[in-house]
């Protein structure tokens, strides 16, 4: 997991505030198993309930517990804390951990990645802290999803995932379609069986706005390899899409992007 990476380059020690839920608990488990294969410590993990909550002064007791470790890890509370939650419940803790706790770190994932949170902080508090999303490639098939989106409905997409979401939708089309085109019952084994045939290389590239072509292709009985407006979708041997994780950063109080690394599964 990239935060994980990212967290073990900057700290030795962390904990972690969650929403508790199957979002906050995925990327509190996988967040962890990273971290602590790359040498850090997670202290304490504290979920909390989905309904915003007036106060989690209580939580962040707990989270920032002191813990007496032998070395390499240094007694005392966590070098940095983690808010894997979303932004109406990281407004009063984030604030509260700032005001009350002396926090001065913090790593924040996608549900975190909010102007608002920074205009409720306070920007400055936030400056040049670090976070991670599902990120975006760029490139020609980006490019080109944009301008049609921008087209059809006057501005550009302002919802997240929505190029990850458009491109699950590509994929599980031209599957059907190789399926329907086959013979084959369309079921999800069937459907599960030609995703790669209609996504990875070698097969010829289309991508958004392309599928007549690829209809053409996969009619004739060529592959494909769909390039999507979120980048190559191209599944591994795990069947997990191999896609580009963005490291973001707060700046002027504004998520910006600071690079992009591709994830690679954990063993």
């Known amino acids: 997991m990239v935060l994980g990476k990212l967290a073990a380059s900057r700290y030795q020690t962390a904990s972690i505030m969650y929403v508790n839920n199957p979002y906050g608990q995925g990327l ?19 979920p909390h309930g989905e309904a ?3 106060t989690y002064v209580g939580d962040l007791r707990k989270a920032f517990a002191r813990v007496h470790l032998t070395k ?3 007694s005392g509370k966590s070098d940095v804390l983690c808010v894997f939650s979303y932004p109406e419940h990281a407004k009063v803790y984030v604030t509260e951990a700032i005001e009350q706790f002396d926090c001065k770190d913090f ?17 400055q508090k936030l400056e040049c802290l670090m976070g991670t999303a599902p990120g975006v490639a760029g490139g020609e098939a980006s490019f080109n999803f944009n301008s049609d989106y921008k087209t059809a409905y006057g501005h550009l997409p302002t919802t997240p995932f ?3 979401a458009y491109d699950a939708a590509a994929v599980l089309g031209l599957a059907g379609y190789a399926v329907q085109v086959s013979g084959l019952p ?6 599960r069986d030609q995703l790669r045939a209609v996504s990875n290389p070698p097969g010829k590239r289309v991508g958004p706005g392309t599928f007549e072509k690829a209809f053409d292709l996969i009619e004739r009985g060529e592959s494909v390899n769909y390039e999507g407006a979120s980048g190559s979708v191209d599944f591994d041997k795990n069947g997990d899409v191999v896609a580009p ?8 109080g504004k998520p910006v992007t600071y690079q992009m690394e591709y ?4 063993e």
């Open 107 to 123: 790593l924040f994932c996608d549900g975190s990645k909010s102007t608002a949170l920074a205009e409720a902080v306070g920007p």
């Open 72 to 74: 390499p890890f240094r």
């Open 186 to 191: 369309l079921t999800s084994g069937n459907l």
């Open 245 to 252: 994780i963005e490291i973001w950063k707060y700046a002027d």
């Open 28 to 46: 509190t488990d996988q967040f962890r198993r990273s971290f602590q294969k790359r040498g850090g410590m997670v202290y304490t993990m504290i």
């Open 263 to 266: 994830q690679v599964p954990e």
């Open 52 to 54: 915003v909550a007036p």
């Open 162 to 164: 929505a190029a990850n």
